[in-house]
């Protein structure tokens, strides 16, 4: 199935929790989403690779995205090889995206980083001809996205641009909360994670609105990106 636009997290909830709410507002907009993680998330300190596999599905649903796919590789352990490139440039080349949505450049996990090189890489090799790949027993033809934009996750990068989720903030909060195992919850008997504490929703509010300030909006997802970003009229730019 192709999509307008792919949504790549090395963890499941990462797309989640950094860039759901643009997905929401371009679905809305018309566009289409599929989601790709490349792990199961299997060394979280909270719940199992097989309840954050259904919690994964059960966010996308509401997200409204028209598919997800696992690509399986190790969490944490997961390295920038020919095996894992290839399985990415399978993926974008059946998927065909526009715009790729891919992992902060540098973040507290060093999966986030790892995996941001890694799609930005696959995002590149999936254009060259003379890597030949198939799915499903068939040649798969060529495929680059027109852009890559990472999403800003748990450290505080400078966006080099906003979006405005003023409008689905509520919504992006329902999405965020399928993935239940994560979050805080005064009966779990687990372990406490970064995430876990009863003041995490908050703390994403407060950051949604933080990005959102200077660009004039009440809530906004932030986005790094290598290329420089062309404008055509001047009255479009916040």
Known sequence: ????????????????????????????????????????????????????????????????????ENLGMRDGLFEINEENLLKLVVSIRAHRPKIVLANAIRDRHPDHGRAAELIHQACFLAGLRKIETSKDGVQQEAWRPKNVFHYIQDRALEPDFVFDISNVIEQKMEVIKAFKSQFYDPNSKEPPSPISGSDFMEFILAKARNFGREAGFEYAEGFTTYKKIGVQDLFDIR
């Open 1 to 68: 199935m192709t999509v307008d636009i792919l949504a790549i997290g090395v963890h499941p909830d990462d797309v989640e929790l950094s860039c759901s709410g643009t997905l929401l507002e371009q679905i809305e907009n018309g566009y289409s989403v599929g989601l790709v993680d490349l792990t199961q998330g299997e060394l979280g300190t909270r719940g199992s690779a097989e309840i954050r596999l259904q919690e994964a599905l059960d966010a996308s649903k509401i997200l409204g995205a028209e598919f997800r």
